[in-house]
């Protein structure tokens, strides 16, 4: 079956060396992929990607005058997208060879709307876990909020990660991070793209929630291809809490409703505050 073309959506931000290594695997590993690459800057301070565009020919780059987010970032790559397939890759990943051929091959077999995620490992080749069940109200507590530190030995907390069990073959998940996700154009946009209210994570999470509830999808990990995946490349670590929060709340919020997080939202708050406090004495 005839592939199509692939459009592959790429954010920048502050990310030269990362992107760098990026696009190289890219040059190397997808020559045979009737491909376009679409970098989306998210307004950063480090103006290098016409270097780029020199080395890269077929590299089609969007400058945005403002950072509203990677979801937001990802969308406006989609909308100048020109492929039917999208590959929405973090600039954070290497291919390692080329199988990416094979896997596009397989998914275009399949007529149902589909959403893969493929397989990620650390930069020391050890598997990354990088998709789940369905995060429940109890899952949501025990691995996401502070109530966290009082369930740590118990056997049902990170259940949904499926107990980090890697996957030899494709498998029917719930939820695939947004690291590296194929889906056809068509069906990303029927949902409007990742909601514009998460300014950095969840919002893959939330995608993956809308693509079965509302068009009837198949969420799917595929290890065909494998990527390098060296995490939080593009995340600045003084914002990662304030950004994390944030969305986890809205994700919350929107999942099990207003009544369950305005429970829950002031006894995190607290005890996180707790935690640090006891920290900082541990530690004097």
């Known amino acids: 079956m005839e592939v199509g073309r692939l459009s592959i959506v790429i954010v920048n931000y502050n990310n030269p060396d990362l992107l760098d290594a990026c696009l190289r695997t890219i040059d190397q590993f997808l020559v045979h992929v009737n491909k376009e690459v679409i970098v989306v800057d998210n307004n950063s301070q480090l103006h290098n990607l016409p270097v780029y565009l020199e080395r890269y020919t077929y590299l089609k780059v969007i400058y945005l005058h403002e950072n509203m987010g990677f979801g ?13 397939i999208l590959l929405l890759l973090n600039s954070d990943t290497e291919f390692v060879d080329d199988s990416l051929k094979k896997t596009l091959e397989s998914f275009v077999e399949i007529d149902r709307p589909q959403l893969w995620g493929l397989r990620l490992v650390w930069p020391d080749g050890k598997f990354q876990q990088s998709y789940s069940r369905k995060i429940s109200p109890l899952d949501f507590l025990t691995t996401y909020t502070s109530f966290r530190s009082f369930f740590k030995k118990m056997v049902f907390v990170k259940s949904h990660k499926y107990q980090k069990k890697e996957f030899f073959k494709r498998a029917m998940v719930d939820v695939v991070y947004g690291t590296a996700v194929l889906i056809r154009k068509s069906d990303y946009e029927s949902l409007g793209g990742f909601a514009k209210k998460y300014f950095l994570y969840f919002e893959d999470v939330d995608l993956c929630d809308r693509f079965i509830e509302v068009i009837g999808g198949q ?6 291809t494998t990527l390098i995946h060296r995490v939080k490349g593009s995340a600045a670590r003084s914002t ?7 969305s986890l709340y809205l994700y919350g919020s929107g999942r099990f409703g207003y009544l369950f997080m305005a429970l829950i939202f002031p006894i995190d708050i ?4 707790a935690i640090g406090m006891a920290k900082k004495i541990t530690r004097v």
């Open 270 to 273: 607290a005890l996180a505050w």
């Open 240 to 246: 990662f809490n304030l950004n994390f929060t944030k």
């Open 72 to 84: 937001y970032a990802n969308n406006v790559g989609v909308k100048n997208a020109t492929g039917e």
């Open 219 to 224: 969420v799917i990990f595929d290890p065909t």
